[in-house]
Structure formats: structure tokens, C-alpha cells
């Protein structure tokens, strides 16, 4: 089993920046992608930013330029740097890795981000 601990979240106002962790604890085996998704409120989850075990990434058009996903694989946790913050990124932010062999997934519980204008 692989848990997921978020932090990071909080209030800023439009044109701020927060920093996201997630750290992963109970991995024996590789933690190949970790990622973050978001959902707002009445809407479905969504693709945010992916990156691979060796370190190639992935973003969501909406914030590319904007975010910055990185991951210390020593420490198991994965990072998501969020510049120029705007009203429409507010959502809960979600924590995902694929994890050994059979590629599992698991989910964090969540973080709140909330861009005020």
C-alpha cells in the first residue's frame, strides 16, 4: 500500500503562487509517474501535470508556461510549482502516482486551493 500525503494548498489572490508537495510513504517497489489533477466544484477531474520516473512531463494546455512539476525521487515526493495563479485554477488539487510493477494507482486526499480576484 502507498499513501499520499498532500500540502501546500491555500488561499492567494489572482497573480499569486502556492507550491504543492505530495509526499508517497509505504513504496517498496519504483513510483513510476506521479501527477496532480484538480476538480472544481461542480465539474470532473481533470489532467493537470504528469511527470515520468525519469523526469520527462507533461501539462494541461490551460497551465503550461504557469506550473511546474518536479520530483525528488529520494524523498518520494512530487512538487507542483503554480505561478500566475488565476481565479480559474481554484479546485481541489489531487495527488496521483502509478506504482510497481503492475503500474496501481493511487490517489492522495486532496488540497484546496482557492484563487481569489
Known amino acids: 500500500q502507498v499513501q499520499l500525503v498532500e500540502s501546500g494548498g491555500g488561499l492567494v489572490q489572482a497573480g499569486g503562487s502556492l507550491r504543492l508537495s505530495c509526499a508517497a510513504s509505504?513504496?517498496?517497489?519504483?513510483?513510476?509517474?506521479m501527477g496532480w489533477y484538480r476538480q472544481a466544484p461542480e465539474k470532473q477531474r481533470e489532467f493537470v501535470a504528469r511527470?515520468?520516473?525519469?523526469?520527462?512531463?507533461w501539462y494541461a494546455d490551460s497551465v503550461r508556461s504557469r506550473f511546474t512539476i518536479s520530483r525528488d525521487n529520494a524523498k518520494k515526493t512530487v512538487y507542483l510549482q503554480m505561478n500566475s495563479l488565476q481565479p480559474e485554477d481554484t479546485a481541489v488539487y489531487y495527488c496521483?502516482?502509478?506504482?510497481?510493477?503492475?503500474?496501481?494507482?493511487?490517489w492522495g486526499q486532496g488540497t484546496q486551493v482557492t484563487v481569489s480576484s
Open positions: 509505504g513504496a517498496i517497489f519504483t513510483i513510476n509517474d
Open positions: 511527470i515520468t520516473s525519469g523526469g520527462s512531463t
Open positions: 496521483q502516482v502509478t506504482y510497481g510493477p503492475s503500474r496501481m494507482i493511487y
